[in-house]
């Protein structure tokens, strides 16, 4: 019997999902018998023109992590979803964009201005940016074209599951792979490795009085360790975030940043955040709500930090 | 089973048809996703209306309807019976208000039409989410709340009572009986107010089945229609009801007076007093803002000689919690405050008084003992009646308070009954519109008062020639003649409008109802539902829905009965199924929603560490399943599928 | 020729309140520009932000919460509950690029047809000087 043909992938991503893939530890060793890796850039030397010289579902499982910035990343998603029997969403990258997808609150030009000009350490006196092509005595270079948006994985391809967090947590990984490999196949779309129920179901903090009557930042305080983060005024995202993480966070007494993404009855994991939070605001006059409602610095960042690619406006106006 | 929707675009004659292209909107429809069948017709709500969707779900077998007509406040119960009684589930109907939100508001027929059928389109995309739902019935609790004892609170308790039911009639006077009982006559037919009114008042003080519960407020109003709990609070009187005969040896021996409020500061009453003589209840009251024992700690002289021990200065306010079916507010008017006025004079100058400080002087039982007096003492030989005072001014209120004409002509006759004084009468029109009031608008002509019509700019004291010396000057544009007058009078008697009580909001709030623009209690139709509000169980009557006179305030307290008893008979009433529900596979125990519910609906179960939600509190507003960050709490009949769905067609 | 923009307003609305008093504007035949699509709710406490942020990613170019007066809410205070979210939802939209014109909350109540009226024609017309959102389009690189 051949092994299952596994391949990994890496797009606009930080390289931890890979990092995650090697919280197996010793279990990775015993997999290597099990499975035969086809395409592992981060770990060996594969080239593109191997993948492209493959038949078509000759994967059996494709781990895709890190959001679709620019267009190798895309050409890529696009020849994994044509050599792969399943393909799927890796991390919260390619599940909502990740951190990447942060980019969709500036333009391409904004951020090319920036990393290329404005930052105060840049020396570029011609104002030299990123072109896709260019001519150099040895013959014609060209560079991926760099997208305006950040997408995910689904928006550019058909994809079979997702597994999210920033990254998935190792048990859940193990769990994963076991699936699959199982041979039994959940119904296609499922998000794998996570508990349908939030957070604040698996967290051991003490949830007492619903009520927000101030809002701090993390460094603003020393939070009471065994009381709910929330209701000390700091924001977690907790209630509007997938649990099956063991809220790892929360032990180290830091608030759930909504890495593990939206409930299943939800199409906006940010905008659900935003209302359970606002509900509970501990203020009955519009003086006072304005004043609560403006001491959240950053609502994109807080409540799409991982999942703006996937949200219902995808991306600041143009 | 995929959706077979039906589509009704209808005309309603001309109100839809003249704005909307209602053929073109039903052909649009009919190419919407499942749509089985897309009609236009002239009056969908009709017989031959009703018939043509039921034939289409026999026929055709649908199961899902969409009428685009008026308002769903106007006929959505009225559509979702005829789809009922065809076999659909009456939640799988869905209306599209193209009328008063489409065709009414404007003349451009392009917008109109494309409006209509955004409208519809949503309407269709929703309803192919909607689910059967059971329309929950609750029993009716026959006893009845009644806010108010004035004319129209009696009529409707005596209504009610009289068929056996009970009835809470809270007062917060001390004694029912409300402006009424302060007026002398009533027109048109001079009967003598006391007299027509007293009888009621007795039988409501001695009827078995009414509670009456007087010097008491109600400060909590909390329930579902049929299914109501108020909380009453019984100001303390300091006299024990059960001991107190109504002898009044307690207000004779009293040896402070002080202003009558009954008699509009005019004449005194003591510190211990019941507001007029036949007042029900007859025990009488301590005012302890002015009581000597409560101010100083003396006297006590009430309680020397109480023949029956009834006088109790310990007695403290008691909180009444009443389980009732349904609620009457009868709170009644306030007069306009004439001092507003500043041209009139009144309050600046002695000898300009109010309809109802004249209603007090001419009643036998009054300060004067129903002499007509200036403040001198001497009877007045000009007397000057103002109407419109604090109405049909921008200024003040817009609206008529529609009794004024009548009782300024009341005024006329008694001021000729009772003096030899000239009556001059300033008017803008003259509103005589009920039975028997232009005849006795045409006998106060025959009477010889003197009719100017035009509004009187001020009341001055300056005399400007020697016969104006002394009297209160008139000054007005007499538009018929077309000069300006001023006229000498004596007295000046201004006919105040009637206003919405000062606490109409306080009782909105408590009651859960609207309030028009002037202020009075919201009716729920004008012309339909004139006593009924937009929540069910809840009745409005008598002046505080708007100003009216005594006939009409009757006849409103009977309609309100009538309302009442009908609902009691039925023994149940449908409730909108619109409640939420917690799925408790979907809810993570984060207790956000906890806090949320007003009704308290929502508790937590810590074993299974989810919310759970009792239903029969849940009225169907939908913050929690907002709230929800798990989206675990849907709403009936408006989950997010339908809104979602609703939005996306209509955004399109 | 160019033909005139007609903004596409979503309106949720109060039954109790906002929608009765849009009814009475009808009634009375109040004219204003038929630019809104209103959406009955029990209580705009039902108005999910998400709700809002779907009505302008599918091609609305505004939206109009329409509640009770506070203090005259039929469920006691789901109008100020509402108005946290509006609060917070507003700086967030702000933070989107998406005009502070463009989606508002308004008391209304059931008697105020009039107002009902004004406030959505001047709503229709600075949406129609602001321009179509037109979210859904090429150069937003969104799909719906």
Redesign the interface.
Known sequence: MTSPKIAFNWASSCGGCEIAVLELGTKLVELKDKIDIVFWPVALDFKYSDLESMPDKNIDVTFFNGAIQNSENEHLAQLFRAKSKLLVAFGACAYMGGIPALANTKSKQQIFNSSYKETPTTDNPQNITPQTKFIVPEGELTIPKFYNTVKTLDQVVDVDYYVPGCPPVGSQIEKVVGTILSGELPPKGAILGASDKSLCHECKLEKTDRKVSKLVRTYETIPDPKRCLLEQGIICMGPATRGGCGAICLDANSPCRGCYGPLPNVIDQGAKMLSALASVFDAESEEDIRKLADSVVDPIGTFYRFGLARSLLRRTKE | MPEKIGVYVCHCGTNIARTVDCKSVAEYASHLPNVAVARDYQYMCSDPGQEMIKKDIHELGLNRVVVASC???MHESTFRRAVSSAGVNPFLFQMA?I????S?????RE??T??AK??IA?AVTRVSFNEPLEIKKVPVNPDVLIVGGGITGIEAGLQIADSGRKVWLVEKEPSIGGYMARFDKTFPTLDCAACILTPKMVSVGQHENIELLTYSDVIDFSGYVGNFTAKIRKRPRYVDEEKCNGCGQCEQKCPLSVPSEFDCNLGKRKAIYRPFPQAVPGTPVIDREHCLYFTKGACRVCEKFCPRGAIDFEQKERIVEVPVGTAIIATGFDVFDASRVKEYGYGRLPNVITSLEFERLTHASGPTAGKILLRNGKPPETVAIIHCVGSRDHNYNEYCSRVCCMYSLKTAHLVHEKTDAKVYEFYIDMRAFGKGYEEFYKRLLEEDVTFVRGRVAEVSEVAQNPSEKGKLVVVAEDTLLGIVRRIPVDMVILSLGLEPRKDA?EV??TF?I????DGFF?EKHPKLAPVST??DGIFVAGTCQGPKDIPDSVAQGGAAAANVLSLIDRKEVELEP?IAIIDE????????C???C?YHAITFDEEK?VAVLTAALC?????C????????IE?QN?T?SQ??A???A??? | MQEKFEPKIVGFLCRWCAYTGADLAGTSRIKYPPNINPIRVNCTGRVDPTLVLKALASGADGVLIGGCHPGDCHYTNGNIKTLRRFKLLQNMLDQFGIEKERVRLEWVSASEGERYARVVESMTEEIRNLGPLNWKRKEMEVIA
């Open positions: 308002s769903p406040l208000n009328r008063e939100q489409c009414w508001i404007t003349e451009n917008l109109a494309n409006r955004a409208i949503g909001l909105a709030h859960s609207s309030r028009s623009r919201l937009a929540a619109s596979n979907v809810c993570s125990g984060c207790k956000i906890l806090g949320l007003p560490s009225k169907g507003c939908g913050v399943v907002a709230a929800c960050p798990s989206g675990a709403q408006f997010n809104l979602l609703e939005v996306e209509v955004s399109a």
